[in-house]
């Protein structure tokens, strides 16, 4: 089983030039709960370091990685291979809007979507960083409208977003039966104000909404806190 040979240490590579993962995967795999056997998808996976950092956590995790753009498709299918994922890991290189995904069958789905509107900001001229980054083939709003049905009852879609889009975010699952439980903001340094938000929602299931402690990524020397050395070493 290729589980059973994965490295310890995960080797991710990813292009020089184009788009390049930052920080926020490794916020979100720690920030989301998996638990054993579970079917998760990852939407707009990049070069797949989302479903790397999760199945290096949690073995028996059944996750598909969906990725629209097709030069980070064929980076994220070596660094499955090359961790030795392909049994826990599958690979869709489409567009998720038009992929025929089953019904009510996910316990979790995850994304790092792109944070601006197509009308805000200055769209990037690399075509990679531009998708990335902009409203271009996906937005909130048809992000939630396919993922709520895919969801089972009780099943949780955790994401990323500037703080700008906190309101709309949180109304936005709340109109597809998708609500919030849990948030956490975070920081570059002490004294900035929070550059990200994570977001978790549960499918038909109301419960107390709360927030995390907040997430600080850089002491006033410049070097990491050691929160986020932690788990940028998960």
Known sequence: MDSAESPKELAIDQKKKGYRYSIEPFLLVDFIRLFPGQSVLDIG???GIIPLLMVHREPTLKVTAIEIQESISQQAQKNIQQNKMGSQISFIHGDFLKEALEPESLDHIVSNPPYQKVQTGRINPDPEKAIARHELSINMNSLLDKSAPLLKQGGQITLA?????LGETLRELENRGLYPSVARFVYG????PAKIFLVSALKGKKSDFSVAPPLTIYNKTGTYTKEAESLLQQ
């Open 45 to 47: 996976t990049g070069c």
């Open 189 to 192: 340094n002490f004294q900035a």
């Open 161 to 165: 977003y500037p703080p700008e889009r």
